[in-house]
C-alpha cells in the first residue's frame, strides 16, 4: 500500500488550500482513511478521518467548522479541504490508511494506522 500526498504550501492567514492523498492498494480500500499534522517539536495529532465505505467524517476541534474531508472512490482519493486557515495550523500533513474495520477502535490515534504517506509541508503565515 501506498500513499501519495500532495498540495501543501506557503499560504497567508485566512487563506485556503486543498491537500490530496492518493491511496494504492485495492485491498484496504473500504477502511478509515485519516490526515494528521505534526508540528516542530510537537508530537502528531489527528485532524480529521472519514469511513471509506460510509463516508462518515469526525474532526478535531481545533479544526471543526474550517477544514473538511472527502473522498473519491473511484480516484482512490482522499481530500482535506483546509479554510480559514490560521499560523497554527502550521505543520506537516500525513495521511494515513487503517487496514481494519474502525468501530470501537481509536481511530484518533496514531497506531490505529497501518500506513502512511510522506507529508506535505503547510505553512501558514501571519
Known amino acids: 500500500v501506498q500513499l501519495q500526498a500532495s498540495g501543501g504550501g506557503l499560504v497567508q492567514a485566512g487563506g485556503s488550500l486543498r491537500l490530496s492523498c492518493v491511496v494504492s492498494?485495492?485491498?484496504?480500500?473500504?477502511?478509515?482513511k485519516a490526515w494528521f499534522r505534526q508540528a516542530p517539536g510537537k508530537e502528531r495529532e489527528f485532524v480529521s478521518v472519514?469511513?471509506?465505505?460510509?463516508?462518515?467524517?469526525y474532526y478535531a476541534d481545533s479544526v471543526k467548522g474550517r477544514f473538511t474531508i472527502s473522498r473519491d472512490s473511484a480516484k482512490n482519493t482522499v481530500y482535506l479541504q483546509m479554510n480559514s486557515l490560521k499560523p497554527e495550523d502550521t505543520a506537516v500533513y500525513y495521511c494515513?490508511?487503517?487496514?481494519?474495520?474502525?468501530?470501537?477502535?481509536?481511530?484518533?490515534?496514531?497506531?490505529?494506522?497501518?500506513?502512511w504517506g510522506q507529508g506535505t509541508q503547510v505553512t501558514v503565515s501571519s
Open positions: 494515513a490508511t487503517a487496514t481494519t474495520n474502525w468501530y470501537g477502535a481509536n481511530w484518533s490515534g496514531p497506531q490505529f494506522y497501518n500506513y
Open positions: 492498494g485495492a485491498t484496504f480500500s473500504p477502511y478509515a
Open positions: 472519514i469511513g471509506w465505505s460510509g463516508g462518515s467524517t
